[in-house]
């Protein structure tokens, strides 16, 4: 599919997906790096929105939809409201410190992208010309949603909401 690094870095669509990618993964690294709970929340979200970037790319419109809706919005809020009902303090604590922990995970996270990219290059991609991804995936998902998997999506809708209300008791109970 690509000859080599200098048509992948000619299209467009490669830079907006390397640019959606360094950002998913600096979400990450910052909610790992971060030691106050919001800023983790709002790294996770940095990290859910670039996902529902390489989605659009990936011409998934309903999933980036969702990412965004469910992922980046409901979730974190839920997140924050967990943190204020619990009434979260910040307590640092001292651990021993070891700086190689920090070298070798550099190490190995680009021995990981060295082995991914090296696969990725020498891997052949098959065409999709038989494939039909129909006029609008959004469409036929609702369809789908709604008219065939109906009973599903409100038991789930319930679940959540009865999962909702009993962290709600739970975090009252330990504030008692």
């Known amino acids: ?6 048509d ?5 669509t490669s830079w907006a997906f390397f640019i959606f990618a360094l950002l998913a993964i600096g979400g990450a690294i910052f909610m790992i790096s971060f030691t106050k709970v919001v800023h983790m929340v709002i790294a996770v979200a940095l990290t859910f929105i670039s996902l529902a970037g390489l989605y659009v790319i990936l011409e998934a419109e309903f999933v980036a939809f969702v990412q965004v809706l469910i992922y980046a ?6 997140m924050i409201f967990g943190i204020m009902m619990t009434k979260h303090r910040q ?3 001292e651990g021993p410190k070891r700086p ?4 070798l995970a550099i190490l190995g996270a680009v021995g990981l992208f060295g082995v991914l990219f090296y696969a990725i290059q020498k891997s052949t991609f098959v065409s999709s010309e038989n494939l039909d ?22 038991i789930m809708s319930v679940l959540l909401t009865v999962a909702f209300i009993g962290a709600i008791v739970v975090a009252k109970r330990e504030e008692d």
């Open 100 to 103: 190689w922990h920090e070298g």
């Open 73 to 78: 919005g409901a979730i974190s809020i839920l």
């Open 91 to 93: 307590e640092e604590e």
């Open 8 to 12: 992948f870095l000619s299209s467009g």
């Open 133 to 154: 991804v129909g006029k609008d995936n959004t469409l036929e998902i609702g369809k789908l949603l709604y008219n065939v998997h109906v009973i599903p999506f409100e």
């Open 1 to 6: 599919m690509f000859s080599g690094l200098g």
